[in-house]
T-cell receptor, first 112, second 114 residues
């Protein structure tokens, strides 16, 4: 089925470890996004991309880096994980216009 | 900058009763507005959207929403709730134009009682 695929689905990290979350979409969407979801805070935008090779900071970018080397992939990196980065991370993609986002199923990350 | 307020953190509705979830937005021009639903452990699914035209929009699963510019609101409604509607609902606002950087509300959790 067409859509947005996130890997891994679950991960536990120790403080200071690094990891990369992968997002892949097969809908040829131009735009891609990384959000984090925390209780009582809704979804907050971390980084986004308006096309291959371009990225931009969102609302809460500190501690994260991203890359979009291929149109279909958007990677989110944590260089040195902190407990404050314990969250559920969602990737989304969208085409131009008012069509809304297609979301992945999320990655639940715990940093201990 | 745009913002969204969902004033109700939790709502409990009896099965078969009607539902209205509130959403107020702040934006300087006519926005794009969306409602998403999230079932436990799942991603967000688009219920409906408004960007122009008729202010009453129909969505999936029997939901509808009405855009009221004078009240800066986009409330979600359903005439008869089913137990399977229990989930978290998010309202989102975006600027008009090709690129959509959505701002989400904090969500309303819907509980359905028998």
């Amino acid at each position: 089925n067409a859509g947005v695929t996130q890997t891994p689905k679950f991960r536990v990290l120790k403080t200071g470890q690094s990891m990369t979350l992968l997002c892949a979409q097969d809908m040829n969407h131009e735009y891609m996004y990384w959000y984090r979801q925390d209780p009582g805070m809704g979804l907050r935008l971390i980084h986004y991309s308006v096309g291959e090779g371009t990225t931009a900071k969102g609302e809460v970018p500190d501690g994260y880096n991203v890359s979009r080397l291929k149109k279909q992939n958007f990677l989110l990196g944590l260089e040195s994980a902190a407990p404050s980065q314990t969250s559920v991370y969602f990737c989304a993609s969208s085409p131009p216009g008012a069509r809304g986002y297609t979301f992945g199923s999320g990655t639940r990350l715990t940093v201990v | 900058a745009q913002s969204v307020t969902q004033p109700d953190i939790h709502i409990t509705v009896s099965e078969g009763a009607s539902l209205e979830l509130r959403c107020n937005y702040s934006y300087g021009a006519t926005p794009y507005l969306f409602w998403y639903v999230q079932s436990p452990g799942q991603g967000l699914q688009l219920l409906l959207k408004y960007f122009s035209g008729d202010t009453l929009v129909q969505g999936i699963k029997g939901f509808e929403a009405e855009f009221k510019r004078s009240q800066s609101s986009f409330n979600l409604r359903k005439p008869s709730v089913h137990w399977s509607d229990a989930a978290e609902y998010f309202c989102a606002v975006g600027a008009q134009g090709g690129f959509q950087k959505l701002v989400f509300g904090t969500g309303t959790r819907l509980l359905v009682s028998p």
